[in-house]
């Protein structure tokens, strides 16, 4: 089955830090660029980061730039983001999400999310 | 970056009704338009993407259309599963950027 599957979430701190996972299975996970994504009440859907291929190529939402890191391992078909000195405001679900390679589309997959909160 | 503007942000539809949601970008963003469908406890959903071409397995009920700044979103002939909140994402320039979506609810 094609699927995309987060992990790593939890109730931090401010200040403290998170992993996240994503692990896919079901499609040829090093020929597709990936990206995170996070959903909160308060700003809606926002893309947090992109990571190409071969990680060559990398963005960030301004608003995480210098404190969250993508990165992946092709070899284990995982996607990561590393999450540093966290705010209140980066409280939301995560998503792990696919872009279609074939059009040249974002996000043509996703998964169920992992959910961070981060609260003192 | 490109604000990218819903309306309505919420709806209530009967089964059978023909449903348009429209998203408007704050700057002209060529055919670079994806519509998505969230149920609750689930990721998004992409429905059509090039603002107008239906994701494989969506049912044909769903069309888009538009360019520049205007597009829709219409469904057809409203079924009991089309109940959600659909968004919209541009893609022309980084950072890509949603609309703040738009609840369908059952009247």
């Known amino acids: 089955e094609v699927q995309l599957v987060e992990s790593g979430g939890g109730l931090v701190k401010p200040g403290e830090s998170l992993r996240l996972s994503c692990e896919a299975s079901?499609?040829?996970?090093?020929?597709?660029?990936m990206n995170w994504v996070r959903q909160s009440p308060s700003k809606g859907l926002e893309s947090v980061a992109f990571i190409s291929t071969s990680g060559d190529s990398i963005h960030y939402a301004d608003s995480v730039k210098g404190r969250f890191t993508i990165s992946r391992d092709n070899a284990k078909n995982s996607l990561y983001l590393q999450m540093n000195s966290l705010r209140a405001e980066d409280t939301a679900m995560y998503y792990c999400a696919r872009d279609c390679m074939t059009t040249v589309t974002p996000y043509d997959l996703w998964g169920l999310g992992t959910l961070v909160t981060v609260s003192s | 970056d490109i604000q990218m503007t819903q309306s309505p942000s919420a709806m209530s539809a009967s089964v059978g009704d023909r449903v348009t949601i429209t998203c408007r970008a704050s700057q002209g963003i060529n055919k670079y338009l994806v519509w998505f469908q969230q149920k609750p406890g689930k990721g998004p959903k992409r429905l059509i993407y090039a603002s107008s071409t239906l994701q494989s397995g969506v049912p044909s009920r769903f069309s888009g259309s538009g360019s520049g700044t205007e597009f829709t979103l219409t469904i057809s002939s409203l079924q009991p599963e089309d109940f959600a909140t659909y968004y919209c994402?541009?893609?022309?320039?980084?950072?890509?950027?949603f609309g703040q979506g738009t609840k369908v609810e059952i009247k």
């Open positions: 994402l541009q893609h022309n320039n980084y950072p890509w950027t």
């Open positions: 079901g499609f040829p996970f090093s020929t597709y660029n």
